[in-house]
């Protein structure tokens, strides 16, 4: 699969499957297409030809777009057997080849290169985030986070020199009205992707 740029893998990935019964404790929001896009051509050196991991994959768009860009291997994870299910239909769609766990990332035990996650920011179940980055740090070699930007201090604490920032990116996710809890239809979110080496 040619991709040229950002725009041609957004495309492909703005017709993935979305969750369409997101699950409010396991803080199920899709990374819209043009985000995802712009982290993976961020992240294409450490993707290329390297192992890479999609923790909390949801509907597989970081793994998916891992795998388009040129992966060697591709691990799709998240805890919620639905999600596997929409990922590996999205990617066969595709015809590529992934490989899916359905498991708790705190389990997961196999050394990567690359991690690229959408991980809970622990806002329904307080430190929900802490095993994406404790797992991030213990079996890769750098990793690339979305984040909640207010709790950037909680996340260089969390870190505890046990990574190296390289990289700070603001965006602002649009969430749509998804749960009853929501009083708007449409609320403007500011996340930051750190890209953090480990040391």
Request: contains cysteine.
């Amino acid at each position: 699969m040619k991709i040229k740029n950002k725009k041609d893998l957004s495309l492909i990935l703005s017709s993935l499957e979305k969750i369409s019964e997101p699950k409010v404790l396991l803080e199920q929001y899709s990374t819209p297409s043009d985000i995802a896009s712009d982290i993976l051509f961020l992240a294409m050196d450490d993707i290329k030809d390297k192992i890479v991991a999609d923790f909390g994959c949801g509907n597989g768009i970081f793994a998916i777009g891992a795998a388009i860009l040129g992966a060697k291997k591709v691990y799709c994870i998240d805890i919620d057997k639905e999600m596997i299910n929409i990922a590996r239909k999205n990617a066969e769609k595709l015809i590529l080849e992934l490989e899916y766990l359905n498991m708790d990332i705190s389990n997961f035990n196999i050394k990567v290169d690359t991690i690229i996650e959408n991980p809970p920011f622990g806002y329904q179940l307080r430190g929900a985030d802490l095993p994406f980055i404790e797992k991030s740090i213990e079996i890769s070699n750098k990793f690339y986070i979305l984040y909640d930007s207010k709790a950037r201090l909680h996340f260089i604490r969390i870190l505890d020199g046990k990574g190296t920032i390289l990289m700070e990116k603001n965006y602002k996710f649009s969430l749509p009205y998804t749960f009853k809890f929501h009083r708007e239809q449409m609320k403007e979110m500011e996340v930051t992707l750190f890209v953090v080496k480990v040391v």
